[in-house]
């Protein structure tokens, strides 16, 4: 089976920067993703990483390490909208995606 | 296009009643699931399907019965409510299985049971 964890809650300041983690523990690694989902709605694809590294898209970046099971989101000049839950998910070979239990940031002024 | 839909948005049942919520998308995906959301649990996948005709099991399928006649359509079914049923059902659909490909939520269906 797969197990991942991620905060349970986190809050910041509008402008400022948070990075909300995710540890995960699967064999057959086959991707990591994270969506967005603001309250009352569908969640909705943030970012992918399969490599090593640093994937940047626009105010959003998501880092890898497979060696270590570890994955972050980074949120660049934070705005109010940006108040949601964010989830990391895991793909191991054939099987469906895994989702963790997400990370509910809010946005504070 | 719209995407995935689903219908109904919103259900209450009483315990022992049956319903069915459908799933449609019109990006002709292979792939299609059923996940149920509950506070501090997560999305937990009910049932999936990797094509026209054909599902499987996910983690949590006691309760639940699925059918993927149609390759844009994905019900899924509740033959006895309970209580513990009560949630937000979300249908995804994903173009294929391949590691990169995203998955497309619907709206979701919130059900109570009482």
């Known amino acids: 089976g797969q197990n991942i964890d991620q905060p349970t809650e986190m809050t910041a300041t509008e402008g400022a920067i948070v990075q909300i983690n995710c540890t995960y523990q699967t064999s057959g690694f086959n991707g990591l993703f994270w969506y967005q989902q603001h309250a009352g709605e569908a969640p909705t694809f943030l970012s992918y990483n399969v490599l090593d590294g640093l994937e940047e898209k626009g105010r959003f970046s998501s880092f890898l390490s497979r060696s270590k099971g570890y994955s972050y989101l980074l949120l660049k000049e934070l705005q109010m909208k940006d108040s949601a839950s964010y989830l990391c998910a895991v793909k191991s070979g054939n099987t469906p995606l895994v989702f963790g239990k997400g990370t509910r940031l809010s946005v504070i002024a | 296009n719209a995407g995935v839909t689903q219908t109904p948005k919103f259900r209450v049942l009483k315990t022992g009643q049956s319903m069915t919520l459908l799933c449609a998308q019109d990006?002709?995906?292979?792939?299609m699931y059923w996940y149920r959301q509950d506070p501090g649990m997560g999305l937990r996948l009910i049932h999936y399907s990797v094509g026209e005709g054909t599902t499987a099991k996910g983690e949590v399928p006691d309760g639940y019965n699925v059918s993927r006649l149609k390759k844009q359509n994905f019900l899924l079914g509740l033959e006895s409510a309970a209580p513990s049923q009560t949630s937000v059902y979300f249908c995804?659909?994903?173009?294929?299985?391949?590691?990169?490909?995203?998955?497309?939520f619907g709206p979701g269906t919130r059900l109570t049971v009482l």
């Open positions: 990006m002709n995906h292979e792939y």
């Open positions: 995804a659909s994903e173009k294929s299985g391949t590691s990169y490909n995203e998955q497309f």
